[in-house]
C-alpha cells in the first residue's frame, strides 16, 4: 500500500510570507507511480487541482503556485500568500496501474 | 467550463442501498474517466474508484469493492454510483470527478459533492 505523508500538519504563517508544504511517498514516483498532484480545500468547498505532474499548474491557477520534487519527495510552495490561500492542502499519487489513487492526511495553512 | 454535478445524497439507515448520480456539462464526457471521492465529516479524501471514458473498466478501492458499483450513461452525460448494504462508517460528502487530462486515470476537477448520512 503507497502512503503519502504531508508535513506539517499545520502551518502557521502571515500574507506576504512564503508557504512550503511536503509530501513523500513511500514508494518512488517512477513508471509505476507516474502522477503527483496538489488541491487546495477550503471549508464546505471540493477541493480544487493546483498541480498535477509534480509541476504542472492547473488552468487557472496563479503563478504564485509552483511543484516540485522527484522519487519519494515532493514539494508545493506558494511565493507570496494572499488571503484567499489560507486552506488544507492535499496531496495525491497514483499507480501506473491498476491506477489506484492515494492521498495525503492534507497540511492545514492557517493565519498566524 | 467543466460543471459536475452531484445529486441523490441523504440519509439512509444501515443497510440499505443508495444511488447516487453526477451530472456532467462543459465537455465531451463520453471521452473522460471519472472518479468517486468521499469525505467523511472532518476527515480526509478518500478514493473510491474510477470508470473508464466508455464505461468497460471500473477500479475499486478495497474499501468499497463488492459493495458500490460504478456505471455511466454517455447517452445522457451522467455518472452513478450504486452503494449497497450501507454502514455508518459510508457516512460522507460523494465527490465526483473528471479525468485531469484525457486518460490521465486521476481526478482533477470535481463537482460540489453531495452528503450520505447512513443512519437508523
Known amino acids: 500500500e503507497v502512503v503519502l505523508t504531508q508535513s506539517p500538519a499545520t502551518l502557521s504563517l502571515s500574507p506576504g510570507e512564503r508557504a512550503t508544504l511536503s509530501c513523500r511517498t513511500s514508494?518512488?514516483?517512477?513508471?509505476?507511480?507516474?502522477?503527483l498532484a496538489w488541491y487546495q480545500q477550503k471549508p464546505g468547498q471540493a477541493p480544487r487541482l493546483l498541480i498535477y505532474d509534480a509541476s504542472t499548474r492547473a488552468t487557472g491557477i496563479p503563478a504564485r503556485f509552483s511543484g516540485s520534487g522527484s522519487g519519494t519527495d515532493f514539494t508545493l510552495t506558494i511565493s507570496s500568500l494572499e488571503p484567499e490561500d489560507f486552506a488544507v492542502y492535499y496531496c495525491?499519487?497514483?499507480?501506473?496501474?491498476?491506477?489506484?489513487?492515494?492521498f495525503g492526511q492534507g497540511t492545514r495553512l492557517e493565519i498566524k | 467550463q467543466v460543471h459536475l454535478v452531484e445529486s441523490g445524497g441523504g440519509v439512509v439507515q444501515p443497510g440499505k442501498s443508495l444511488r447516487v448520480s453526477c451530472a456532467a456539462s462543459?465537455?465531451?464526457?463520453?471521452?473522460?474517466?471519472m472518479h468517486w471521492v468521499r469525505q467523511a465529516p472532518g476527515k480526509g479524501l478518500e478514493w473510491l474508484g474510477v470508470?473508464?471514458?466508455?464505461?468497460?473498466?471500473?477500479y475499486y478501492a478495497d474499501s468499497v469493492k463488492g459493495r458500490f458499483t460504478f456505471s455511466r450513461d454517455n447517452s445522457k452525460n451522467t455518472l452513478y454510483l450504486e452503494m449497497d448494504s450501507l454502514r455508518a462508517e459510508d457516512t460522507a460528502v460523494y465527490y465526483c470527478a473528471k479525468d485531469t487530462y484525457s486518460s490521465s486515470w486521476s481526478p482533477g476537477y470535481w463537482g460540489q459533492g453531495t452528503l450520505v448520512t447512513v443512519s437508523s
Open positions: 462543459g465537455f465531451i464526457f463520453s471521452s473522460y474517466g
Open positions: 514508494q518512488s514516483v517512477t513508471s509505476n507511480f507516474a502522477y
Open positions: 495525491q499519487q497514483r499507480y501506473n496501474w491498476p491506477p489506484l489513487i492515494t
Open positions: 470508470i473508464s471514458f466508455d464505461g468497460n473498466n471500473k
